[in-house]
């Protein structure tokens, strides 16, 4: 069974701090995906990546696919309240075609 | 644009009972999907659909049912609720099935079964 890990499972900080989350598994996949599922709402694509090492930029969140594509992590720079939610990452195994997510890592970010 | 809508938001079933989730979506997408979402478990495939009339099997469809008559329609069935089944529901849909292809995710139908 192809298990994708995250934590951590949850995270309190202040505005302004810097934080990062991982995703993690014994498997590799071609592709890792991060959504953002705000509360009452579906996922919401942010990155994908799909080459090992590969980093990914947007805006304050640096998302980075590990050299052996078996992990991933997210980091945030000086997190902003509206950062809030929960951070799923998602993989595309190799030769399969359904996406596996992971339970994610919800954050508060307190103002 | 609407994306991907979700028909009820929240409902309450009485273990037996049975209804429909219904899961539209206005992009043209061929593909559609049905997941569950539990606490600590993450986003659980139930059933999929790569096309009008064709349904597949996910990694938890007992107690499910599904059907897509309609390209831009994906619907789900429980035709006798458990308290198992009390779940927070998404429909997804996409273009594809290739590792770089974005699931549009409805807003969820969140059920409790008593």
């Known amino acids: 069974t192809q298990l994708l890990e995250q934590s951590p499972q949850f995270l309190s900080i202040q505005e302004g701090e810097n934080l990062t989350v991982y995703c993690n598994s014994s498997?590799?996949?071609?592709?890792l995906q991060w959504y953002r599922q705000e509360p009452g709402e579906g996922p919401v694509l942010l990155v994908t990546v799909v080459t090992g090492g590969e980093v990914k930029k947007l805006k304050r969140l640096t998302f980075q696919f590990g050299d052996a594509r078996k992990d991933s992590s997210l980091h945030i720079t000086a997190a902003q309240p509206g950062d809030t939610g929960l951070y799923l990452c998602a993989g595309y195994p190799t030769g399969g075609f359904k996406t596996i997510f992971g339970a994610g890592t919800r954050l508060f970010v307190k103002a | 644009n609407a994306g991907v809508t979700q028909t009820p938001k929240f409902r309450v079933l009485k273990t037996g009972q049975s209804m429909t989730l219904l899961c539209a979506q206005d992009?043209?997408?061929?593909?559609m999907y049905w997941y569950r979402q539990d606490p600590g478990m993450g986003l659980r495939l139930i059933h999929y659909s790569v096309g009008e009339g064709t349904t597949a099997k996910g990694e938890v469809p007992d107690g499910y049912n599904v059907s897509r008559l309609k390209k831009q329609n994906f619907l789900l069935g429980l035709e006798s609720a458990a308290p198992s089944q009390t779940s927070v529901y998404f429909c997804a849909s996409s273009t594809g099935l290739a590792r770089t292809d974005t699931q549009y995710f409805g807003p969820g139908t969140r059920l409790t079964v008593l």
């Open positions: 498997s590799v996949f071609s592709s």
């Open positions: 992009m043209n997408h061929e593909y």
